[in-house]
């Protein structure tokens, strides 16, 4: 989580929501991303879908089973959907997102028996350095 | 939504799951594509995301507030929550999804109070041909 916040200090930086993610496989860190989405003009750039998309480049697969993820903050739908897609095994993140988390909050998404593969998820790393992170972004941002 | 159904089409003999998109802005389609996912290794490769990063691309903008998608089957979270964050103006779907729909399905992404944008949505354009185009790949798999 310490690498996460990493990437999100770094993503605030460029003026980027400060949201960051890394991707662990077999104990070793293969990808990690802040958001990016006003950097490449991507609604889709969000750190998780960043990090999905490189370690599936580097190990030639559209499944991640072994992999486990690090996020700062509770993945909205799009990426908590990529996350089941990708069929990675641990979810692993900061603080929850009470406005736009789907899987704590909001939909729910692994508990909808529709949904194909449910990471483990654990929740409330590093919670309070996550959160306030986004919260003095916002406030800057505001003034 | 013809268009669509092409690229639908021409995903299913690339052995990817038959599910076409077309973003159009003013009148005018701009972007298209068929389901990657299997080509590019990448999970959240579907026809929508491809779109939207497309149509991005080429405006220079994470937001679409003047355009309208055209997909072939009801959108999935992932795409759906997409479709939000790139402000889509209008959402036009072929068949409904049951099992993986998030739109008129599941978690109805756009009936929640969290969701900043929805699109106005508007579905069962030629839904017989396109669940018909999904429901023969299947079975042909499994044969």
Redo the contacts between chains.
Sequence with gaps: MEMALAEAHKAALRGEVPIGAVLVNGGKPIAKAGNR??E?????AHAE?LV??QA??Q?????LPDCDLYVTLEP???????IS??RIRRLYYGAGDI??G?VDN??C?YH?P?CHHAPEVYSGFAETECAALLTDFFKQRRD
């Design positions: 989405t006003v490449l003009n991507d609604p889709t879908i999905i998309r599936c480049e190990l030639q697969s559209q499944r909205c739908p799009m990426c908590a959907a990529a897609f990708a406005k736009g789907a909001g939909p998404l909808l529709i």
